[in-house]
């Protein structure tokens, strides 16, 4: 990684002490844009075609180094080659250049040979410059107090946490805990690095050999999804420095490489045991039956449940809520992960709704929240208040983690990760499912772009709760609708529960603005939503979401 900005940005505060020359080095080289503001700027540049933006970075030292934003380039060469796998050369710039009059998979020739050497230029104070650079560059320990340090999230041995506990202590009380040493007889957990996963998706497992099989990758910051094999996936993460590099989430793991499912199962804590009409009745033996009531409704037709994770270091999820009042448990196979959880009741700072709650403002990726919001995050940690309190803990690979429904959380990949997650719809978070499905239709996610196979938004609640009546103990069905009227047995503090519920499923669900065009709105977990929007269009607007630095 260089030691500085590679274009030679400082932030704009170092411009007081600069001389004079330095000063004239933007007023010159940007001629009658000077005064605009450097977002500006850039929104101009993005509308310019490759020779354009290139002929125009040899104007000046200033417009050299604007001209060479990454993101311009990134986005020059997703739209120039859509769905084309992309193989990556050392910067966007680069890649675009090397595919140019080719394809972006074909750029390999000469790849020894670097074609564009960053020119460091003194004089150039851009703090959205230099943001792209310090989000992924900065060390978080200095930048981030306690980030490395703090942890009050439970971690238990699996050896003193069997199921029933499980429930009772945290699933019950929708309370996060990381669990180690459940999944040690994984062979995913020896297996799966970049090496393995790059070579059974080249060939083996792939059952129509002349068919590539790719995988998309999406960032908040970039207009359309990128398609890469899972080897230039890799290649490409290990080169990222960007502030939101692409991130890659796979729903389709399992069908595109079937041979990755022999590699794990589903940790015991959440694992299908039968919740069948003779299964035993007393409350807290329905609570404790473990299954994912979702499967009732078959692999084709659920909702979307699991995603194969793949990022570089100090990529990550910017904060969001899982979909459908879902809860879900992750399993980082290689590399730590840092969970920042608020929980229903709380608004991380810098996560802001309307008064309704239908819009929610997130910063765009996790690195721009912690060099903005770390203060903030600090005080709320100390909030009068416990229940408003943030929840954090690092993971280490081979844990499991539950993550609540209704939960706030962001994730900073503290190594190049490879995870594994599934949501998961049990007794616990049944109620609060139920009463999503019914009431906010509009804003189910995990199946609008699957109109054959999966059941859509608007039937979603009656095909659930008669399937679960065909297949599930009734009194499970009974006590979550029972619940779900108010009557049931946590009294009053219902009330206050399900206002909250009512603000978080509308700020979960909610248009999430951006703060530039483009975005990962058809990524992860809700891929589907807008699906049927052209994907390079600049709608400033998307349902809640992932983002990455
Ligand atoms: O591993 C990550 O980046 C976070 C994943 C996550 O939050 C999720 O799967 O819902
Ligand atoms: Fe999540």
Redesign the pocket.
């Known amino acids: 990684m260089p030691k500085g900005h590679p274009y030679g940005v400082l932030p704009e505060g170092n411009s007081f002490f600069c001389d004079q020359q330095e000063l004239l080095v933007r007023a010159y080289g940007l001629g009658g844009l000077r005064s605009m503001k450097d977002e500006a700027l850039e929104e101009i540049l993005s509308f310019l075609p490759s020779v354009d933006l290139a002929g125009v970075s040899l104007t000046s030292r200033a417009m050299y180094v604007f001209a060479h934003h990454s993101d311009l380039w990134r986005d020059l060469t997703l739209r120039a080659w859509p769905g084309r796998p992309i193989n990556y050369v050392r910067s966007w710039k680069e890649t675009y250049m090397r595919a140019r009059g080719r394809s972006c998979e074909d750029n390999a020739v000469g790849e020894e040979r670097t074609l564009h050497m960053p020119i460091c230029v003194r004089g150039i104070f851009s703090n959205m410059l230099y943001r792209t650079w310090s989000c992924f560059s900065s060390d978080l320990s200095t930048a981030c107090p306690g980030f490395f340090t703090f942890c009050d999230i439970d971690k238990v041995d699996s050896s003193f946490l069997d199921s029933e506990k499980f429930v009772e202590q945290y699933e019950a009380k929708n309370i996060p805990v990381v669990i180690k040493n459940a999944v040690n007889d994984w062979h995913a957990l020896k297996r799966w690095d970049s090496d393995y996963l790059a070579s059974v998706s080249c060939g083996e497992s792939n059952n129509d050999g002349k068919k590539e099989l790719l995988f998309r990758a999406t960032s908040a910051t970039a207009p359309m999804a990128a398609n890469f094999t899972l080897a230039g996936y890799f290649k490409y993460a290990r080169q990222a420095c960007e502030e939101a590099p692409l991130?890659l989430f796979e729903r389709d793991f399992a069908l595109k490489l079937p041979t990755l499912e022999n590699d794990y199962n589903v940790p015991i804590y959440f694992r299908d045991t039968a919740t069948t009409a003779t299964a035993a009745t007393t409350a807290t033996t329905v609570g404790a039956k473990r299954t994912d009531l979702f499967s009732v409704l078959g692999q084709e037709s659920r909702p979307d449940f699991r995603?194969l994770?793949c990022?570089p270091k100090r990529?990550?999820?910017i904060f969001?809520i899982?979909p459908n009042q879902t809860n879900?448990w992750?399993v980082?196979v290689q590399g730590r992960?840092k969970w920042i959880f608020y929980p229903p009741q709380a608004n991380p700072p810098g996560v802001v709704s309307s008064d309704d709650g239908a819009d929610v403002t997130v910063p765009i990726c996790t690195g721009e929240w912690l060099l903005s919001f770390w203060t903030q995050h600090l005080e709320m940690r100390k909030a009068k208040d416990r229940s408003l309190r943030p929840l954090e803990v690092i993971v280490d690979a081979g844990d499991v983690i539950f993550?609540p429904h209704g939960y706030w959380?962001m994730?900073v990949?503290l190594d190049d990760?490879i995870?594994l997650?599934h949501?998961y719809v049990s007794t616990s978070n049944l109620k609060d499912c139920l009463r999503f499905l019914r009431e906010r239709p509009d804003q189910i996610s995990g199946v609008r772009d699957r109109p054959q196979q999966a059941v859509q938004p608007e039937e979603l609640y009656e095909v659930f709760v008669g399937k679960l009546q065909d297949q599930v103990d009734p009194r499970v069905l009974e006590r979550a609708l029972r619940d779900r009227e108010g009557g049931g047995e946590r009294g009053d503090t219902m009330h206050l529960r399900e206002k909250q519920q009512e603000q978080r499923y509308q700020a979960a669900s909610g248009v999430i603005k951006r703060r530039k065009k483009g975005g990962n709105k058809d990524k992860?977990?809700d891929k589907d939503k807008d699906k049927d929007k052209e994907e390079d269009e600049s709608v400033a607007s998307f349902s809640f979401s992932?983002s990455f630095f």
């Open positions: 991130y995603w994770i990022g990529s990550g999820s969001h899982d879900a992750n980082s992960k993550v959380h994730v990949n990760c995870a997650t949501n992860d977990k992932f």
